[in-house]
């Protein structure tokens, strides 16, 4: 079904007042609890000079800041739409466009990871000429370039078939009524496909690499494959949002009354539950980085303690 179907789905189900700032608390307290972690991991990274001269912690880094941007964008549209329902078509473009930038670079960081990941672990002696700071700002800036040059023509597009009153009117601000043009939904289609075939390709190859290493060098496997368990269930979620438009049009056809939750359900589970996980790999289960962490947390850490 076409954007202007999912508007008059929203339109004629509209969630009762108690179902609406129950749906808002949760995700506004889930925001807060992720942000507030996510802040705490950027101070501890920056506080310390051992964090900002590792690689792995760099793309951590970015990944978080990453994810907080995207998370605040998304929550905010999400309070948005129930408060004021309808807003300005430029608004909602800027938004929508910084929320598809860093919800397709988060898989793309990923797989930037999971290769630093292969690298320390099967080509030791290799990591820190290959690994390096400048190449890792580099390759943060090739992530956020892959990201433009996917999402950007959906701006030029539209801006070059849609009358200029257009962006002046309001809408429900989706991706989907910001971006109307049905020549966007197929290129949207392939390019998700291509970052599907790519992010998994090497997600897998480095992934079991990794692990194959880990068994024959007597390292603590059963660590390995509980990183390699959550790295990948990371990364299905949020490749997941791949085909969340597919997934919703399905949901919209089975369950036409109950479209909203299903769209509640959908960002939860595609949006913030795999932000959600990252400061549980790096913040939790990584020994140095939990270490400094606790220190924050425990408001014991000194600034010129490196």
């Given at each position: 079904m076409n954007a202007s179907g999912n508007v008059t789905v929203v339109i004629m189900y509209r969630d009762p007042l108690v179902k609406a700032v129950t749906k808002n608390i949760i995700v506004v307290v889930l925001s807060i609890f992720i942000n507030y972690i996510n802040v705490s991991l950027i101070q501890t990274f920056r506080k310390h000079q051992i964090f900002y001269t590792n690689p792995r912690y760099i793309l951590f880094c970015h990944l978080v800041v990453n994810d907080m941007i995207?998370?605040?964008?998304?929550v905010s549209l999400f309070v948005?739409?129930?408060i004021l329902y309808r807003i300005n078509v430029s608004v909602c473009c800027a938004i929508i466009l910084v929320a598809l930038f860093t919800t397709e670079n988060t898989p793309l960081n990923l797989a930037c990871m999971a290769v630093e990941c292969y690298i320390a672990i099967c080509l030791?002696?290799?990591h820190t000429q290959i690994c390096t700071v400048k190449r890792t700002l580099v390759l943060i800036g090739l992530i956020w370039f892959t990201s433009v040059i996917s999402v950007l023509p959906d701006l030029f597009i539209t801006l070059a078939?849609?009358?200029i009153t257009f962006f002046r009117s309001e809408v429900f601000c989706?991706?989907?009524t910001a971006f109307q043009n049905p020549v966007l939904l197929q290129k949207r289609d392939i390019t998700y496909m291509l970052y599907m075939v790519l992010v998994w390709l090497i997600i897998i190859f480095t992934y079991f690499k990794i692990?194959?290493?880990?068994k024959a060098a007597s390292i603590d496997a059963k660590k390995a494959r509980a990183t390699i368990i959550l790295h990948g269930f990371q990364v299905l979620l949020c490749m997941a949002t791949y085909a969340e438009h597919t997934l919703k049009q399905v949901l919209q056809q089975w369950f036409p009354k109950n479209y909203l939750d299903s769209l509640f359900a959908c960002?939860?589970?595609f949006q913030m539950l795999p932000r959600s996980i990252s400061p549980m790999i790096y913040g939790v289960r990584d020994k140095t980085f939990r270490k400094y962490l606790r220190r924050h947390l425990l408001c014991r850490d000194k600034s010129t303690q490196w």
């Amino acid at each position: 079904m076409n954007a202007s179907g999912n508007v008059t789905v929203v339109i004629m189900y509209r969630d009762p007042l108690v179902k609406a700032v129950t749906k808002n608390i949760i995700v506004v307290v889930l925001s807060i609890f992720i942000n507030y972690i996510n802040v705490s991991l950027i101070q501890t990274f920056r506080k310390h000079q051992i964090f900002y001269t590792n690689p792995r912690y760099i793309l951590f880094c970015h990944l978080v800041v990453n994810d907080m941007i995207q998370v605040t964008l998304t929550v905010s549209l999400f309070v948005i739409s129930y408060i004021l329902y309808r807003i300005n078509v430029s608004v909602c473009c800027a938004i929508i466009l910084v929320a598809l930038f860093t919800t397709e670079n988060t898989p793309l960081n990923l797989a930037c990871m999971a290769v630093e990941c292969y690298i320390a672990i099967c080509l030791p002696l290799r990591h820190t000429q290959i690994c390096t700071v400048k190449r890792t700002l580099v390759l943060i800036g090739l992530i956020w370039f892959t990201s433009v040059i996917s999402v950007l023509p959906d701006l030029f597009i539209t801006l070059a078939t849609v009358p200029i009153t257009f962006f002046r009117s309001e809408v429900f601000c989706l991706r989907e009524t910001a971006f109307q043009n049905p020549v966007l939904l197929q290129k949207r289609d392939i390019t998700y496909m291509l970052y599907m075939v790519l992010v998994w390709l090497i997600i897998i190859f480095t992934y079991f690499k990794i692990l194959f290493t880990a068994k024959a060098a007597s390292i603590d496997a059963k660590k390995a494959r509980a990183t390699i368990i959550l790295h990948g269930f990371q990364v299905l979620l949020c490749m997941a949002t791949y085909a969340e438009h597919t997934l919703k049009q399905v949901l919209q056809q089975w369950f036409p009354k109950n479209y909203l939750d299903s769209l509640f359900a959908c960002y939860i589970l595609f949006q913030m539950l795999p932000r959600s996980i990252s400061p549980m790999i790096y913040g939790v289960r990584d020994k140095t980085f939990r270490k400094y962490l606790r220190r924050h947390l425990l408001c014991r850490d000194k600034s010129t303690q490196w």
